[in-house]
């Protein structure tokens, strides 16, 4: 057990619905990562929040948002969902906000939330 | 831009072969290079890690150095046992102060008695 709880495990939805994962970091963590992995993109960086605040966006959809509320977990929201979402979404969790000297920001991941869209 | 290009696979070896899945970086600066291991059904979980030039990150029977004159990380491991089966993930997290992650696309070793 990673510490970074994530639920659900699994999620099956229709398209143009949608649905909420959520994230609980490891204990202590204030940075929350969300990367969606699928097939044909890999791993890829969605957003990162700080301790409530956004602190760095990657290649999240206008159709996807999150947040990170005062007690540390933190929301993905997905909607008009599309057949291409169908993917693994992983949080991860991280001490603080930006990478260290010595490297020891380091992402803890939690199992992931399938996603499929029929 | 921060990219990361590692060796395709799937990659099959005998139990005790030895194992080499490479990995070459593109980033500004000096990155932080991780390796991640993904075991069916779970989570990513950190193998190594290395912060500079010429560090070796070791764990498990797995080591990596840092290259920067060829911009590589490559994973080694001297002996593969079937336990190590998984999808190998070479990873960087770049200097720009966001602490994201630029991940590979993942290579999977299947290791067979």
């Known amino acids: 057990d990673s510490g970074v709880t994530q639920t659900p495990k699994h999620l099956i939805t229709a398209t143009g619905q949608r649905v909420t994962l959520r994230c609980s970091p490891r204990?202590?963590?204030?940075?929350v990562y969300w990367y969606q992995q699928s097939l044909d993109q890999g791993l890829q960086f969605l957003i990162q929040y700080y301790n409530g605040e956004e602190r760095a966006k990657g290649n999240i959809l206008e159709r996807f948002s999150a947040q990170q509320f005062p007690d540390l977990h933190s929301e993905l929201n997905l909607s008009s969902l599309e057949l291409g979402d169908s993917a693994l979404y992983f949080c991860a969790s991280s001490p603080e906000s930006d990478r260290t000297v010595s490297g020891a920001n380091v992402l803890t991941f939690g199992a992931g939330s399938r996603l499929t869209v029929l | 831009g921060n990219s990361v290009t590692q060796m395709e696979g799937p990659v099959t070896l005998s139990e005790e072969a030895f194992l080499t899945i490479n990995c070459t970086y593109t980033a500004t600066g000096y990155p932080s290079l991780f390796w991640y291991v993904q075991y069916p059904g779970e989570g990513l979980q950190l193998l190594l890690k290395?912060?500079?030039?010429?560090d070796k990150g070791s764990n498990k029977g797995f080591e990596a150095t840092y290259r920067k004159e060829t911009t590589s990380f490559h994973l080694e491991k001297g002996s593969v046992q079937v336990s190590d089966s998984a999808v190998y993930f070479c990873?960087?997290?770049?200097?720009?102060?966001?602490?994201?992650?630029?991940f590979g696309t993942g290579t999977r070793l299947t290791v067979i008695p």
């Open positions: 990873a960087l997290s770049d200097q720009t102060g966001a602490n994201n992650l630029f």
């Open positions: 204990s202590g963590d204030l940075s």
């Open positions: 290395a912060t500079k030039a010429d």
